[in-house]
C-alpha cells in the first residue's frame, strides 16, 4: 500500500495569513502517460463527513473558494489555504488514488492563532 | 443537488453483523461507482471497498474480504454495507461516497453513520 504522511500535524494561522500543509507518498502518485498526479484533499469539520476540495493535485472542485489551491508532483505536495478565514478551521487530508487501495495521510488540523 | 443520506447510529455486539444503508438523491443512481470508507475515532479515513450500481459488482479492500458485503438496490436508490464477525476495533464512522471518474477519489460523502461495538 501506498503511505501518506502529512506535516505538520496541527498548525495554527492567524485571520489573513497562510496556511501550508504538506503531503508526501511513500512511491510517486504520477501516471506518466496522461502526466496526471493521482492525489486530492479534502477538508473535514468536526461531526462531518470529508469534503473534496482538490483533485488531479490541483484542479479546484466547482463552489470551493480560490484561496484554496494544490500543488506538487512526484511523491510531494501542498495545500495552500491564503487569506485564511474562521470557516477554514478543520482537519485537512490528502489522498492518493494511484493504486489499490486507495490511501489517506493522517490529517493535519488547522486552526486560528 | 447529490445527497447520500445513511441510515443511523447502530449499536452491536462483538461477533455480530452491522448493516448501513446509503439512500441516493439527485443524480442517476446507476452512472457512478460508490464506494464506503470508515473513519476510527481521530484517524483518517480507511478505504473499505466499492461497488458499480449498474452491474452489482464488487471490490474489497484485503483488511475486510470475507467480512464485508456491498450490495445495492437499484428500485430504490440505495446501497448497502454489511460487516460481520464484528470486532472492538470496528467502531467508528462508516461512510459511503460517490466516484465521480472511476478513479478512487470521492466528490460527495454521506453524513456518516456511527457504529458502535460493546459487549
Known amino acids: 500500500d501506498i503511505v501518506m504522511t502529512q506535516s505538520p500535524d496541527s498548525l495554527a494561522v492567524s485571520l489573513g495569513e497562510r496556511a501550508t500543509i504538506n503531503c508526501k507518498s511513500s512511491?510517486?502518485?504520477?501516471?506518466?502517460?496522461?502526466?496526471?498526479?493521482?492525489l486530492a484533499w479534502y477538508q473535514q469539520k468536526p461531526g462531518q463527513p470529508p469534503k473534496l476540495l482538490i483533485y488531479?493535485?490541483?484542479t479546484r472542485k466547482s463552489g470551493v473558494p480560490d484561496r484554496f489551491s494544490g500543488s506538487g508532483s512526484g511523491t510531494d505536495f501542498t495545500l495552500t489555504i491564503s487569506n485564511l478565514q474562521a470557516e477554514d478551521v478543520a482537519v485537512y487530508y490528502c489522498?492518493?488514488?494511484?493504486?489499490?487501495?486507495?490511501?489517506f495521510g493522517g490529517g493535519t488540523k488547522v486552526e486560528i492563532k | 443537488q447529490v445527497q447520500l443520506v445513511q441510515s443511523g447510529a447502530d449499536v452491536k455486539k462483538p461477533g455480530a453483523s452491522v448493516k448501513v444503508s446509503c439512500k441516493a438523491f439527485?443524480?442517476?443512481?446507476?452512472?457512478?461507482?460508490m464506494h464506503w470508507v470508515r473513519q476510527a475515532p481521530g484517524q483518517g479515513p480507511e478505504w473499505m471497498g466499492w461497488?458499480?450500481?449498474?452491474?452489482?459488482?464488487?471490490s474489497y479492500a484485503l483488511n475486510f474480504q470475507g467480512r464485508v458485503t456491498m450490495t445495492r438496490d437499484t428500485s430504490i436508490n440505495t446501497l448497502y454495507l454489511e460487516l460481520s464477525r464484528l470486532r472492538s476495533d470496528d467502531a467508528a464512522v462508516y461512510f459511503c461516497?460517490?466516484?465521480?471518474?472511476?478513479?478512487?477519489?470521492?466528490?460527495?460523502w454521506g453524513q456518516g453513520t456511527l457504529v458502535t461495538v460493546s459487549s
Open positions: 461516497a460517490r466516484d465521480p471518474d472511476n478513479e478512487d477519489y470521492f466528490d460527495y
Open positions: 439527485g443524480y442517476t443512481f446507476t452512472d457512478y461507482y
Open positions: 461497488i458499480n450500481p449498474k452491474t452489482g459488482g464488487t
Open positions: 512511491q510517486s502518485i504520477l501516471y506518466s502517460s496522461s502526466s496526471k498526479e493521482y
Open positions: 488531479w493535485a490541483s
Open positions: 489522498q492518493q488514488y494511484y493504486s489499490r487501495p486507495p490511501t
